[in-house]
């Protein structure tokens, strides 16, 4: 075997080891929402997908400005779901890790939020808080200033 191959194997395994860390979140049939831009992924994972579905995913500074994803399928759904890259697996984890957070504040109490916890589950439900979700995620704002920003535009429609 030669080293370039070994490497590869090896890179391939930590791949797999990497997914097999992350949430197991089943299709949602959103993809349709989501890849209608460009796709970032590693090297490694635009060849597997290239070698699963025989589709090759563009460089992103090559990607076609307003194209999906070739592996959008026409009813929506992802042509190769079983090989896609970490960004598409990300997709819907931000709900099930606000779950798992929204789950040890009743298992362990929260002050703050014990009276709201079904009312947050509504809204990470809510495919259209994705983008606040996305802020709670990343630090660009606080639990209580989105639950305040939701309640507010749910109450003065």
């Known amino acids: 075997m030669s080293r370039r191959s070994a490497e590869r194997r090896?890179?391939?395994?930590?791949?797999?080891?990497l997914y097999a860390s992350l949430p197991d979140v089943a299709c949602q049939g959103l993809c349709q929402q989501?890849?209608?831009?460009?796709i970032d992924v590693s090297d490694l994972e635009r060849d597997l997908l290239q070698a699963s579905?025989?589709?090759r995913l563009p460089e992103w500074d090559q990607w076609p400005t307003g194209a999906s994803c070739p592996l959008l399928t026409s009813s929506g759904a992802c042509g190769d779901h079983a090989n896609r890259p970490a960004?598409?697996?990300l997709y819907g984890a931000g709900a099930r890790l606000l779950e798992v957070m929204l789950r040890?504040?009743?298992i362990g109490g929260h002050r703050e939020y014990a009276g709201r916890i079904e009312t947050m589950r509504a809204m990470i439900a809510d495919p259209r808080l994705h983008p606040a979700i996305l802020r709670?995620?990343?630090?660009?704002?606080s639990p209580r200033q989105e639950f305040n920003r939701a309640r507010h535009r749910r109450f003065s429609r």
């Open 87 to 89: 960004i598409c697996r």
């Open 34 to 38: 989501s890849c209608s831009s460009q």
């Open 136 to 141: 709670l995620l990343t630090g660009h704002t």
């Open 104 to 106: 040890s504040f009743e």
């Open 53 to 55: 579905s025989g589709v």
């Open 10 to 17: 090896r890179r391939r395994q930590a791949l797999q080891e």
